[in-house]
């Protein structure tokens, strides 16, 4: 097996695993095709993700911030941005905070 393919998968197990803590629901996968971008988008809710493979480029009001395979992104709540995937893509993992959490995106003990 490819020693690439076992680090990605052990990386999305311990971010899934880091979630309930946090206060976020479990992760979705979203692939983005090669340059694809999502046009403006709005969540009412915080969204934590980890990029698995590729590059991710957030775009917000007044600044910008991409992110490479293995690292994280917050998005707080009610906050208008774009997201475009790098020249190869981007292989995302994406979770929403939990309702009766909204207020905060602090890390929290497992109840």
């Known amino acids: 097996m490819d020693n690439s393919v076992s680090s990605i998968e052990l990386l999305a ?3 899934n695993q880091s979630l309930r803590k946090r206060g976020f629901t479990r992760a979705i996968h979203r692939a983005m095709n090669p ?3 999502s046009g403006i988008m709005h969540q009412d809710f915080g969204v ?3 990029v698995v493979a590729g ?3 957030l775009e917000f009001y007044e ?3 991409s992110y490479g395979t293995g690292e994280e992104f917050t998005l707080p709540a009610n906050t208008y941005f ?3 995937a790098g020249d190869e893509g981007a292989q995302l993992l994406i979770a929403k905070k939990r309702a009766h959490l ?3 995106t602090e890390s929290l003990e497992e109840v």
């Open 55 to 57: 590059e991710l480029a």
């Open 82 to 84: 774009q997201a475009t």
């Open 48 to 50: 934590v993700g980890l």
């Open 63 to 65: 600044s910008s911030q």
């Open 35 to 37: 340059s694809e971008c």
């Open 13 to 15: 197990r311990l971010f």
């Open 102 to 104: 909204a207020s905060t």
